[in-house]
């Protein structure tokens, strides 16, 4: 594996298996994987303009959830008045990252530090491995609680991934019923996708498999995320020719009501495991 820094400006690096098998990462917005070229072909979508405005929120790539997924419906935080409220998504997408290399993987790594005392009363070290292999990135996730008390954590990545068209794309053995999170309602599955191409926002509750076929793009996207990590979310934002796979630990509003919230103990951990796999479609 070979690291090298692509744009010094923005702060882009290249982890690199070979010219036709690479990721780009930046360590400084969020640790966020900017691209990923699997077998010579762009994986991830990623608006490389709005990244160059850094009052926005990155729009692409892999963003990285923590220690909350979706947002808390409150208006104070949950840790008392001394704390800021949380926002949507943690601050894990916009802190700076450390990350480190070698012959295997790529390990990114959050920890505590001013700004995240801000918000969330604890030590901790995200660190987050990945292994980029050929139609393949693996991810092995360990949080670890550095503090005396137990600590709550919800945990996601938000992959966007390049389509050729709404109408091209086929959703692989989702469950039945899903939520659709914008109106908080549980509906048919089936039926809320029809509407993809005015985009919509969905959580279910998976087998800890969630794919796509894109007819066009002769390709299939699988994401495995084994229990606890197993929660998909489905979100499109038309007119960007873009889906985000999302798998999540929990659902949104978590912190608040405890529904499949983690509590790590203190001076322990809790792991996730999970895979983006290619396979071309004749």
Same mark, same amino acid.
């Given at each position: 594996m070979q690291l090298k820094l692509s744009n010094n400006h923005q702060g882009i690096f290249v982890f690199q298996l070979d010219q036709n098998n690479y990721i780009k990462f930046c360590p400084q917005r969020g640790g966020v994987i900017t691209n990923w070229v699997s077998d010579g072909k762009e994986i991830l979508y990623f608006d490389e303009k709005r990244f160059m405005d850094k009052t926005?929120? %990155?729009?692409g790539g892999i963003p990285i959830l923590f220690p909350i997924c979706g947002n808390l419906n409150t208006s104070s935080s949950v840790f008392g008045k001394d704390f800021l409220q949380l926002k949507q998504h943690g601050f894990a997408r916009d802190a700076q990252w450390q990350y480190s290399f070698n012959e295997k993987s790529l390990c990114l790594i959050l920890s505590e530090s001013n700004i995240t005392k801000k918000y969330y009363p604890f030590d901790f070290e #995200?660190? %987050?491995e990945v292994f980029l292999k050929i139609n393949c990135l693996e991810f092995q996730i360990t949080i670890f609680n550095? +503090?005396? /008390?137990?600590? &709550?954590? /919800?945990?996601? #990545?938000? =992959? *966007?991934?390049?389509i050729s068209d709404f109408k091209n794309l086929e959703f692989i053995d989702n469950p039945l019923n899903c939520q659709n999170q914008e109106k908080n309602l549980i509906s048919k599955t089936l039926d809320e996708l029809k509407n993809i191409n005015l985009g919509v926002d969905l959580l279910? *509750? +998976?087998?800890? %498999? !969630?794919a796509f076929r894109d007819k066009i793009l002769k390709r299939q996207v699988t994401l495995n995320h &084994? *229990? &606890?990590?197993? #929660?998909?979310?489905?979100? !499109?934002? &038309? =007119?960007?020719?873009m889906i985000c796979l999302e798998p999540w630990t929990s659902p949104r509003n978590s912190f608040i009501d405890g529904f499949r919230n983690i509590m790590i =103990?203190? /001076?322990?951990n809790q792991r996730f495991d999970a895979s983006i796999q290619i396979k071309s479609l004749k």
């Open positions: 926005k929120s %990155i729009r #995200l660190k %987050i550095k +503090t005396d /008390n137990a600590m &709550p954590i /919800n945990f996601g #990545l938000h =992959p *966007y991934f390049n279910m *509750y +998976t087998s800890g %498999i !969630s &084994p *229990y &606890p990590f197993d #929660l998909g979310v489905i979100w !499109s934002d &038309p =007119p960007r020719r =103990p203190s /001076n322990d």
